[in-house]
């Protein structure tokens, strides 16, 4: 990539990125006392997270579109898993490790029925 492609993607992104962190300081002085806009506020990490991570559970297991349904339902399986673990209050860790041995036992049955 030559330079004069490359300085103007770099002086975008640093502006993106420094608009992504100034904007919040200079719109927002004062305490957000809405009510609606606190929870919404609240709960934008775990969305974005959620939007970051479910679709990658189903492409480590190679369920893409179609295909052989198998991958899909050990992709279900760690899921399914994770959740479980999440919602009963685990750690990250154990959450992460629980839901990788979900996805094993899940293909090891796929294994052997198929």
Known sequence: MSWQTFLPYLVVMAAVTYLIRMLPL????????????????????????????????????????????????????GLVTAVLFAWRGKGLLTVAIAACVGVALAQGVGMMVG
């Open 26 to 77: 200079t719109v927002f002085r004062r305490e957000i006392k809405s009510v609606f806009v606190r929870s919404f506020l609240y709960y934008v990490p775990y969305a974005v997270l959620a939007a970051m991570t479910i679709p990658d559970i189903f492409y480590a297991t190679g369920y893409v579109s179609g295909g052989d349904p198998a991958p899909l339902w050990c992709a279900l399986c």
